[in-house]
Nanobody, 123 residues
Framework: QVQLVESGGGLVQAGGSLRLSCAAS????????MGWFRQAPGKEREFLAT????????YYADAVKGRFTISRDNAKNTVYLQMNSLKPEDTAVYYC????????????????WGQGTQVTVSS
């Protein structure tokens, strides 16, 4: 079993930055790939970025490449999403997820999800 708790969301002006955190726990958590998704009202859940615990490779959605950075702190079992140059269209609930399939962009491939954290970007 894996537990995920997101934090760091909030209200920010366009052009600003936020860093989201995902604290992961569970005996086998480091065997999972970690991902960040978001979901805006009336829209499907959207893949943003993914990383694993053991080496460097990361993968990003085109919509956030160059603005968002995913990283991890193995000592803290925490995954981060640094979000820069935020736009009003980035407004959504942001979710952390854990899955066994490497670098998947599909929400269905992630078995565990956090409760989500709201990010609102004002214009």
């Amino acid at each position: 079993q894996v537990q995920l708790v997101e934090s760091g969301g909030g209200l920010v002006q366009a052009g600003g930055s936020l860093r989201l955190s995902c604290a992961a726990s569970g005996r086998t958590v480091t065997s999972y790939f970690m991902g960040w998704f978001r979901q805006a009202p009336g829209k499907e859940r959207e893949f943003l970025a993914t990383i694993n615990w053991s080496d460097s490779p990361t993968y990003y959605a085109d919509a956030v490449k160059g603005r968002f950075t995913i990283s991890r702190d193995n000592a803290k079992n925490t995954v981060y999403l640094q979000m820069n140059s935020l736009k009003p269209e980035d407004t959504a609930v942001y979710y952390c997820a854990a899955g066994r399939v490497g670098f998947s962009t599909l929400a269905t491939k992630y078995a565990y999800w956090g409760q989500g954290t709201q990010v609102t970007v004002s214009s």
